[in-house]
Every structure is written in C-alpha cells, then in structure tokens.
C-alpha cells in the first residue's frame, strides 16, 4: 500500500512560517526596515500632526489627574506590520513622551530589554 503524503504549496508555507515567526518574536516584522518602510511616512507625519492638534493632552496624565502635553501618538495595540490596524485611528492614543516611553518599555519586555526583533 502506498503512502499517503501531504504537501503544503510554497505561499501557504511561507504564511504559516511567518506567523510562527511572528508568536515566537512578535517585532520580527522590523528587521531590516527602516521607519519609511514600517509605514512612519509623509502621510504618517501629516496623520500625526492632525491628531495630536485635536487631541493635545496625554490621555494616562489625564487620567491620573495631570495635565501634559502630548507629543507621541501611540498605537494602543501595537500593529505589528497590520497597516490596516496602523491606519485604524481608533487604536491611536495621544501620549507625552516618559508615557510611551513607559508603555513601550513593558511592550518591549522591561526598561534596558533589547528591542525583539
């Protein structure tokens, strides 16, 4: 009686390859992009402006009863390469700079943790 072999096509492969990668180090979509290629352009920049132009006070200040600017637009859940969840504003917060420093710092896996990926 013959085998029965499975074979997976090359595209499929590689996706199911690229979300391994993607659990086992979640920044993998960084390497080797520069901050134009992760989607921080032009557009970004303009986006950005806007933004912090209508919502100018960090929301976590806020929340603690201080009132500081804010200066970084934050992705409330980080998109990982998801343009669709970087261009979705619902997941933007505006944040003055020791707050997303913070709040990236946790992400990132602690204050002097290398950067994954």
Same mark, same amino acid.
């Given at each position: %009686?013959?085998?029965?072999?499975?074979? %997976?096509?090359?595209?499929?492969?590689?996706?199911?390859? @690229?979300?391994?990668?993607? %659990?086992?180090?979640?920044?993998?979509?960084?390497? /080797?992009?520069?901050? $134009?290629?992760?989607?921080?352009? *032009?557009?970004?920049?303009?986006?950005?402006?806007? $933004? &912090?132009?209508? $919502?100018?006070?960090?929301?976590?200040?806020?929340?603690? /009863?201080?009132? @500081?600017?804010?200066?970084?637009?934050? =992705?409330?859940?980080? =998109?990982? /390469?998801?343009?669709?969840?970087?261009?979705?504003?619902?997941?933007?917060?505006? &944040?003055?700079?020791?707050? =997303?420093?913070?709040?990236?710092?946790?992400?990132? *896996?602690?204050? *002097?943790?290398?950067?994954? *990926?």
């Amino acid at each position: %009686m013959a085998k029965s072999r499975v074979t %997976m096509q090359p595209t499929r492969a590689r996706e199911v390859s @690229t979300q391994a990668v993607q %659990m086992l180090n979640p920044d993998a979509w960084r390497e /080797g992009k520069n901050s $134009y290629q992760q989607g921080y352009t *032009g557009k970004w920049r303009k986006a950005r402006l806007a $933004y &912090l132009a209508k $919502y100018p006070l960090c929301v976590r200040c806020q929340a603690e /009863g201080r009132v @500081t600017a804010a200066n970084e637009l934050d =992705h409330i859940q980080p =998109h990982r /390469g998801d343009m669709k969840l970087f261009w979705d504003s619902s997941n933007w917060q505006p &944040l003055c700079k020791p707050c =997303h420093s913070r709040k990236t710092a946790l992400e990132d *896996g602690g204050i *002097g943790a290398a950067r994954r *990926g």
